[in-house]
């Protein structure tokens, strides 16, 4: 069992940067695969990124390729979603989701195991 908890979340003018971060606590964090998920209201939760267990590998969506950087750090059982050139289409909660897989991290939100509840991001214009 693992428990997820997201902060970082806030509201901030477009152009602006968040760091967003997971702390994990229960089961060892560096078996997982870690991935951030978003959810805009009326919208379907989508993917944003994933990290592979040992933080070598690494995939965004394409829309946030480029702005966004996902990192790591295992002896602080956190992961981190860093935000950059934020627009007002990034605004959604965002969830980090652990996935216990020998793979190199999905894109699919069925293939995690274990979620956080979220922190919410506000981009104005």
């Known amino acids: 069992q693992v428990q997820l908890v997201e902060s970082g979340g806030g509201l901030v003018q477009a152009g602006g940067s968040l760091r967003l971060s997971c702390a994990a606590s229960?089961?060892?964090?560096?078996?997982?695969?870690m991935g951030w998920f978003r959810q805009a209201p009326g919208k379907e939760r989508e993917f944003v990124a994933v990290?592979?267990?040992?933080?070598?590998?690494?995939y965004y969506t394409g829309s946030v390729k480029g702005r966004f950087t996902i990192s790591r750090v295992n002896a602080k059982n956190t992961v981190y979603l860093q935000m950059n050139s934020l627009k007002p289409e990034d605004t959604a909660v965002y969830y980090c989701?652990?996935?216990?897989?020998?793979?190199?991290?999905?894109?699919?939100?069925?293939?995690?195991?274990?979620w956080g509840r979220g922190t919410q991001v506000t981009v104005s214009s």
């Open positions: 229960g089961r060892t964090f560096r078996v997982y695969n």
């Open positions: 990290i592979s267990r040992s933080g070598v590998s690494t």
């Open positions: 989701a652990a996935e216990d897989s020998s793979g190199l991290g999905s894109a699919r939100a069925s293939e995690y195991d274990y």
